[in-house]
């Protein structure tokens, strides 16, 4: 089977992408090795996604990215700093 059955692209349309690992890969190519695609996967790459028969390949996998943190939400509210206007 063909990488295309196990993963989605998302966000970005299929052709050559630069990846961290891998080099120059050209995800318009059905012939890309599964495995390559499932490392980078497994790295955090932020534009591959599970299918359904993906999910059923690989159970223990999480489809979803995980989302950034939105800064200071997890903290409490710090108050506003605020300047003083100059003297002029």
């Known amino acids: 089977m063909t990488w295309t059955a196990y993963f989605t692209l998302i966000k970005v349309l299929p052709g050559r992408i630069v990846t961290p690992r891998f080099g120059t890969l050209d995800f318009s190519d059905p012939k890309l090795p599964v ?4 490392a980078l996967f497994d790295d955090g790459f932020p534009y591959l996604e599970l ?3 993906g999910l059923q ?10 989302s950034d943190p939105v800064p200071g ?3 409490a509210e710090q108050p506003v700093k605020t300047t003083r206007k100059r003297k002029t």
């Open 57 to 66: 390949k690989f159970p223990n996998e999480i489809s979803q990215p995980q």
């Open 51 to 53: 299918t359904t028969l």
């Open 73 to 75: 939400t997890d903290q």
């Open 35 to 38: 495995e390559k695609v499932k």
